[in-house]
C-alpha cells in the first residue's frame, strides 16, 4: 500500500512563498499519476497540480498556473509543491495522492490513496 507524508505547510503573508513535501513510499513511484490537493473550509476538495510517471502530462488548475510548480527527486521519493505569490485565497488543507489506474489524473475523485495533510494560511 502506498504511503504519503505531506509536510511544509505553515503561516505566511500575502506575496510570500512555501515548498510543500511530499514524501512518498517507493511503491508510489510504480504508480499512473501523482498529485497535489487542496481544501478549503467549507469547499469541495479540488486539484493543484498532478502529473504523470511515463508520459509526463502536467495539469494546473488555473488558479494557480504560473505561481505553482510540482515537481519530483526521484532519488529521495519526494514530490514537491512549489508555491510562490501566494494570496489568502490559497488558504486550504494540501494533500499529496497518487493513483494507479490510468487517466483522468487532474480529477481528484480518481484518486486512490492519500496523505494526511498539510496546513498553510496565507494571511492578509
Partial sequence: QAQLVESGGGLVQAGGSLRLSCAASERTFSSYAM???????????????????????????????????ISRDNAKNTVYLQMNSLKPEDTAVYYCACKYSSGSYFRAQAYDYWGQGTQVTVSS
Wanted: glycine letters at 14%; aromatic letters at 20%.
Fill in 35 to 69: 498529485g497535489w490537493f487542496r481544501q478549503a473550509p467549507g469547499k469541495e476538495r479540488e486539484t493543484v497540480a498532478a502529473f504523470t510517471w511515463r508520459a509526463g502530462s502536467t495539469y494546473y488548475s488555473e488558479s494557480v498556473k504560473g505561481g505553482f510548480t
